[in-house]
């Protein structure tokens, strides 16, 4: 499927359906989020990733917020319109706080439907498109994209390595792919960190839940071209993150063809 396919599609509020909705799947991640209070008001949506002191969560997104300056810092050194894939986007604030610096094309795809008519509801541009459906059924065309982002989202799917495989054949020839704001794990951390996401999902009710989340490692990129621009292990961030106490727990990892 080319970029231009992706816009013959049926639509529902604002949103490209690729596929029928999972139903079972869609009520029971949102009773989760709605769990965690991860299911934002319109006006909070419209704010972030700079949270407003109501959001339950806004000590983490006061970190997300420094991840965000620092890509869009990055991003200011490009002097072309990119076509972008935001992939796991969720209700899509990326896409739409970029567009107010950026004449980007933004391709939104999530396989949650809630959020995305959310993001298509308030982020209304003809350079963002939100779409359903799961990027592996999709078959994305070679040479589709100049950036793709994954933020906050590699977490959500089983293996990477499938994953960066299918991805790196929709960049272009200068293409890179973005990772941000998601755990990465040493080998003998795995243990302890597949614990604490367990309990933490039976302690709310869903232990089923922590079968979908799933715990990548620093060496499951070994076989790709990768480079790690922030890095939390780093000597002077920890200490950064210890003045400060504000900045991201998490690496952003840049990987090209």
Not at 174 to 202: C, M, Q, V
Not at 223 to 250: E, G, Q
């Amino acid at each position: 499927m080319n970029l231009s396919e992706i816009l013959q599609l049926p639509k529902s509020d604002g949103v490209y359906l690729f596929e029928n909705v999972n139903n079972f799947f869609e009520e029971n991640y949102l009773r989760l989020r709605r769990k965690e209070k991860r299911l934002y008001s319109d006006d909070e949506v419209k704010l972030l990733p700079f949270a407003s002191s109501l959001n339950p969560h806004k000590a983490e997104w006061d970190s997300r917020a420094k991840s965000f300056i620092r890509f869009k810092e990055y991003l200011n050194s490009f002097h072309k319109q990119f076509d972008i894939l935001d992939l796991g986007c969720g209700n899509g604030w990326l896409a739409g706080e970029l567009s107010k610096s950026y004449s980007h094309n933004f391709y939104c795809i999530d396989i949650n439907l809630y959020e995305l008519k959310q993001g298509a509801r308030l982020f209304r541009n003809e350079n963002i498109r939100f779409i359903y459906g799961d990027i592996f059924k999709m078959e994305l065309a070679k040479n589709s994209f100049d950036l793709i982002i994954l933020n906050s989202s590699v977490q959500y799917f089983e293996n990477l390595n499938t994953l960066l495989k299918e991805l790196i054949f929709t960049l272009k020839i200068d293409g890179e792919i973005h990772i941000l704001d998601s755990p990465f794990y040493e080998e003998d951390d795995l243990p302890k960190a597949k614990t604490r996401t367990a309990n933490h999902y039976k302690s709310l009710g869903f232990p089923e839940m922590s079968d979908l989340y799933f715990h990548h490692t620093y060496k499951s990129l070994s076989d790709f071209n990768y480079k790690i621009l922030y890095d939390p292990r780093s000597i002077k961030n920890k200490l950064l993150s210890l003045a400060f106490k504000s900045d991201s727990p998490f690496p952003w990892i840049k990987i090209k063809r």
